[in-house]
């Protein structure tokens, strides 16, 4: 009886995963968001939006650039993207812009909706600051 017990049990749990879907999560783009937070969690200690070299790169002409970076100690061109800027924040360590191996960005424990604003604010004044 015990035994039937958890087995009904397991199976309304099963059934119950498979019910309603969540719906997808929808980014709306939102640079302003992003700049506020910019400010707030302290990207400007290391990133200038103006082209001055500070701790780290300057972030206002970036976006659809090619940037030599070192990946796993090779060093390779990559495109600046969206999901470029998206990793750069999300796993810093994965690749290291060239001339500032030594630096080290650190991982803020940012959101992945914060992350989305912030990426919006980088293109934003990347397309609106050349
Ligand atoms: C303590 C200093 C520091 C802080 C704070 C910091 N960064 Fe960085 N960031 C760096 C350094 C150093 C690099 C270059 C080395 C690397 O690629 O990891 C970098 C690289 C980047 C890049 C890649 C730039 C390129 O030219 O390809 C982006 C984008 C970026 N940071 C965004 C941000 C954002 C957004 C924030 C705030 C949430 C932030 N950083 C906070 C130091 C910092």
């Known amino acids: 009886?015990?035994?039937?017990?958890?087995?009904?049990?397991?199976?309304?749990?099963?059934?119950?995963?498979?019910?309603?879907?969540?719906?997808?999560?929808?980014?709306?783009?939102?640079?302003?968001?992003g700049e506020a937070i910019f400010k707030s969690v302290g990207c400007?200690?290391?990133?200038?939006?103006?082209?001055?070299?500070?701790?780290?790169p300057p972030l206002n002409s970036i976006f659809d650039k090619e940037v030599v970076v070192i990946r796993n100690?090779?060093?390779?061109?990559?495109?600046?993207?969206?999901?470029?800027?998206?990793?750069?924040?999300?796993?810093?360590?994965?690749?290291?812009v060239s001339g500032f191996q030594k630096s080290k960005m650190p991982s803020l424990n940012l959101s992945r909706e914060e992350i989305e604003y912030l990426v919006d604010y980088i293109i934003f004044i990347n397309k609106n600051n050349h």
């Open 73 to 96: 100690g090779n060093t390779e061109k990559v495109r600046v993207d969206r999901e470029y800027i998206l990793r750069s924040m999300k796993d810093p360590e994965f690749e290291k």
């Open 44 to 56: 400007t200690a290391c990133h200038s939006v103006s082209g001055e070299k500070k701790y780290g």
């Open 1 to 33: 009886m015990v035994k039937n017990l958890s087995v009904f049990i397991l199976i309304a749990l099963l059934a119950g995963c498979g019910g309603k879907k969540k719906p997808e999560l929808m980014h709306v783009a939102d640079p302003e968001k």
